[in-house]
């Protein structure tokens, strides 16, 4: 395992905001460092680019950094529809910092 690369669980969370969008946390320690580290590489909305792996799925995204002080990593719908999981089901996801 690499310095940018991280495992971790959480549930899927959703976010209403005129849509629906399925989430994770990336947990608040893992956060606070990549902020820290990368904090000069941040793109739009304050999102660092990621390879994202779940089960035997992975894609490139971006964790994007929300004022409660973690990163979110949201989930595409061929994602959630190829590993069968939804709202409130608990995933090991695995990221990987490519800024």
Same mark, same amino acid.
């Given at each position: 395992?690499?310095?940018?690369? +991280?495992?971790? #669980?959480?549930?899927? !969370?959703? +976010?209403? !905001?005129?849509?629906?969008?399925? $989430?994770? &946390?990336?947990?608040?320690?893992? !956060?606070? @460092? /990549? %902020?820290?580290? $990368?904090?000069?590489?941040?793109?739009?909305?304050? #999102?660092?680019?990621?390879?994202? &792996?779940?089960?035997?799925?992975?894609? =490139?995204?971006?964790? $994007? @950094?929300? =004022?409660?002080? &973690?990163? *979110?990593?949201?989930? =595409?719908?061929?994602? %959630?529809?190829?590993?069968? $999981?939804?709202?409130?089901?608990? /995933?090991?996801?695995? /990221?990987? *910092? =490519?800024?």
């Amino acid at each position: 395992m690499s310095d940018l690369e +991280f495992n971790f #669980s959480d549930r899927v !969370s959703l +976010f209403e !905001s005129g849509s629906v969008w399925y $989430f994770v &946390q990336v947990p608040k320690k893992d !956060s606070e @460092w /990549i %902020r820290k580290e $990368f904090r000069d590489v941040h793109r739009g909305w304050g #999102s660092i680019p990621v390879l994202a &792996q779940i089960g035997n799925t992975t894609w =490139k995204t971006s964790i $994007f @950094w929300e =004022k409660k002080g &973690q990163y *979110l990593l949201f989930l =595409k719908k061929d994602v %959630r529809q190829k590993e069968k $999981f939804t709202n409130g089901d608990a /995933i090991h996801i695995k /990221i990987e *910092l =490519k800024p």
